[in-house]
């Protein structure tokens, strides 16, 4: 946690944190929401061509006050999320967040955003490596 | 040279004559094959349901009344909700426009999203979430016993999720869409995963035989 706060900060004040060489990103989209949601998701995909696994652990935002991992899964006809601390990529592999699935929650800005807005997400690993990730705001996949 | 029929042949055929026409009488009084349904299960016989009292998010009351006369695809979520609910009811929306271009306006069925979140889930907080989907899509929500008498008739469960204490707690509910027919009984169930391909034609099936079996 100690390491993962420093990266922030060194973030903050604009210190080169070291990029991720390993892990590009496709797709990544917000969907768009009513005006009164509270919540929103954000879904991607995470592709690993390095040859050890990459994990997830931490992902935050300049356009968001907090963002979480979760897992949406329905069990026995029973939908739930769960909050997941870290997602591990695996090498040579993808990590899909999708609907209905693994995605990134985040309470809503107080100015709602809309179908063509585009927001960032700046996502950290185990590593403390970094990916910075700009996502489209759309109403479907 | 004129051919005679033997009487023994006619005495035959006028045995069975009426035999056939007995046998295409009854064929055409058996009640309906049930339909073969993709991804929904139909009950045996509808359920009656016990009344209740909510309320929808134009702040009228919403009782056992209000799902008469028309067939109710209902889903159970609540606004906080950021993936399962949003996803279900976008699938919602194309399931209403491909219904749209099959059967008359009058026939289609009203889609109601019923909270299983009352306490944040305000008629207000409805009146401006479920109009983005659909304007035709009508929120519902009110008292959570009253809610309870609904969603224990038709097996939908709901309940904070563990570790609830503060403003943005996570609520865990059943994801299945429950049909309503226009008695207002429990008639069918869609299960997971909704797709709207397979939803479409199981909802024409039912609604077929329904009116077949009438």
Same mark, same amino acid.
């Given at each position: 946690?100690?390491?993962?706060?420093?990266?922030?900060?060194?973030?903050?004040?604009?210190?080169?944190?070291?990029?991720?060489?390993?892990?590009?990103?496709?797709?990544?989209?917000?969907?768009?929401?009513?005006?009164?949601?509270?919540?929103?998701?954000?879904?991607?995909?995470?592709?690993?061509?390095?040859?050890?696994?990459?994990?997830?652990?931490?992902?935050?935002?300049?356009?968001?006050?907090?963002?979480?991992?979760?897992?949406?899964?329905?069990?026995?006809?029973?939908?739930?999320?769960?909050?997941?601390?870290?997602?591990?990529?695996?090498?040579?592999?993808?990590?899909?967040?999708?609907?209905?699935?693994?995605?990134?929650?985040?309470?809503?800005?107080?100015?709602?955003?809309?179908?063509?807005?585009?927001?960032?997400?700046?996502?950290?690993?185990?590593?403390?490596?970094?990916?910075?990730?700009?996502?489209?705001?759309?109403?479907?996949? | 040279?004129?051919?005679?029929?033997?009487?023994? /042949?006619?005495?035959?055929?006028? +045995?069975?004559?009426?035999?056939?026409?007995?046998?295409?009488?009854?064929?055409?009084?058996?009640?309906?094959?049930?339909?073969?349904?993709? +991804?929904?299960?139909?009950?045996?016989?509808?359920?009656?349901?016990?009344?209740?009292?909510?309320?929808?998010?134009?702040?009228?009351?919403?009782?056992?009344?209000?799902?008469?006369?028309?067939?109710?695809?209902?889903?159970?979520?609540?606004?906080?909700?950021?993936?399962?609910?949003?996803?279900?009811?976008?699938?919602?929306?194309?399931? +209403?426009?491909?219904?749209?271009?099959?059967?008359?306006?009058?026939?289609?069925?009203? /889609?109601?999203?019923?909270?299983?979140?009352?306490?944040?889930?305000?008629?207000?907080?409805?009146?401006?979430?479920?109009?983005?989907?659909?304007?035709?899509?009508?929120? /519902?929500?009110?008292?959570?016993?009253?809610?309870?008498?609904?969603?224990?008739?038709?097996?939908?469960?709901?309940?904070?999720?563990?570790?609830?204490?503060?403003?943005?707690?996570?609520?865990?509910?059943?994801?299945?869409?429950?049909?309503?027919?226009?008695?207002?009984?429990?008639?069918? /169930?869609?299960?997971?995963?909704?797709?709207?391909?397979?939803?479409?034609?199981?909802?024409?099936?039912?609604?077929?035989?329904?009116?077949?079996?009438?």
């Amino acid at each position: 946690m100690t390491r993962i706060f420093l990266s922030f900060v060194l973030l903050a004040f604009g210190w080169p944190v070291a990029a991720n060489p390993y892990v590009t990103m496709e797709n990544a989209w917000v969907r768009e929401a009513p005006p009164s949601a509270r919540m929103l998701a954000a879904y991607m995909t995470l592709k690993n061509t390095g040859m050890r696994e990459c994990v997830l652990v931490a992902v935050d935002s300049p356009d968001f006050r907090h963002v979480m991992l979760h897992k949406s899964e329905i069990v026995d006809g029973m939908a739930r999320m769960i909050h997941v601390d870290e997602l591990p990529i695996p090498a040579q592999g993808k990590l899909e967040l999708a609907p209905g699935g693994y995605h990134l929650m985040m309470p809503a800005p107080e100015t709602p955003l809309s179908e063509g807005d585009r927001v960032e997400f700046v996502l950290t690993f185990c590593d403390e490596s970094t990916l910075r990730v700009q996502a489209e705001v759309r109403k479907k996949p | 040279m004129r051919t005679t029929i033997p009487g023994r /042949v006619i005495h035959a055929i006028r +045995r069975i004559i009426p035999l056939l026409c007995a046998a295409a009488l009854l064929g055409a009084c058996a009640p309906p094959e049930p339909p073969q349904l993709n +991804r929904a299960t139909l009950l045996p016989s509808a359920k009656p349901l016990l009344d209740f009292t909510l309320v929808d998010h134009n702040g009228d009351s919403f009782t056992l009344e209000s799902l008469r006369g028309h067939w109710t695809l209902a889903f159970f979520g609540y606004t906080h909700c950021p993936d399962v609910c949003p996803t279900a009811l976008s699938m919602l929306v194309q399931v +209403r426009r491909k219904l749209e271009a099959g059967i008359p306006s009058d026939e289609l069925p009203e /889609v109601v999203f019923f909270s299983v979140d009352p306490e944040r889930d305000t008629p207000a907080q409805l009146a401006t979430f479920l109009p983005y989907f659909h304007p035709g899509f009508l929120g /519902v929500t009110g008292d959570a016993g009253q809610i309870t008498i609904l969603t224990r008739q038709i097996g939908i469960l709901h309940a904070k999720a563990e570790g609830a204490g503060d403003s943005d707690y996570l609520v865990d509910h059943s994801a299945a869409i429950i049909l309503f027919d226009p008695e207002g009984k429990f008639h069918a /169930v869609f299960g997971v995963p909704h797709d709207p391909d397979l939803l479409v034609p199981d909802f024409l099936a039912i609604r077929q035989y329904y009116e077949a079996s009438r």
